[in-house]
Every structure is written in C-alpha cells, then in structure tokens.
C-alpha cells in the first residue's frame, strides 16, 4: 500500500497491521503496546465501528513502519474496494 489512502490507488488489504492508542509514543517498544494486531482491512474496519468520539484515540501500524491517522483510516474506510464488511 502506498502511505497516503489515494482513492485511485490499491491498497494491500491483507497487510499485517497493528492496533495502538495514538498517545502511546511508538518508539522500539511499539510492538510491545499493541491493542490487537490483523490485516489491515480488519483493523480499519475495527476503528470505523467504534463511537465517533473514541476513534480519534487510535492509529494503526501498517507494515512499512506507517501510522495512519484517523482521516487517513477513515478514507480508507470509505473507499469502493474497502471489503469492511467481510473484515
């Protein structure tokens, strides 16, 4: 997946990915702060089902050494080939 959730380009939805609380400070331990690890498609989907007011507590480590923000999930959660509902 490219870092930024373009609309037009694709997006490797099976990538090993990493839920964190987006005031954990990263760093060599990131791993060890971890919330809940899967594909990317299933973490993105986890965040966009949470209540509007909790989603901005979190990001998510894509391979890459990548956090993506809440805007960046978000869109990825509105694109036509998000498979949301099969994650």
Do not use: C
Request: avoid cysteine; charge should be negative; charged fraction near 30%.
């Amino acid at each position: 997946m490219n870092d930024t959730p373009a609309q037009g380009f694709p997006v490797e939805w099976e990538d090993h990915s990493e839920l964190h609380r987006k005031d954990d400070g990263g760093g060599v331990f990131s791993g060890l702060k971890t919330i809940r690890s899967g594909t990317l498609a299933e973490l993105v989907a986890f965040v966009a089902r949470l209540p509007e007011d909790e989603r901005a507590n979190y990001e998510i480590a894509k391979s890459g050494d990548h956090r993506l923000s809440l805007g960046e999930i978000m869109a990825l959660a509105s694109r036509p080939d998000f498979p949301g509902a099969n994650a």
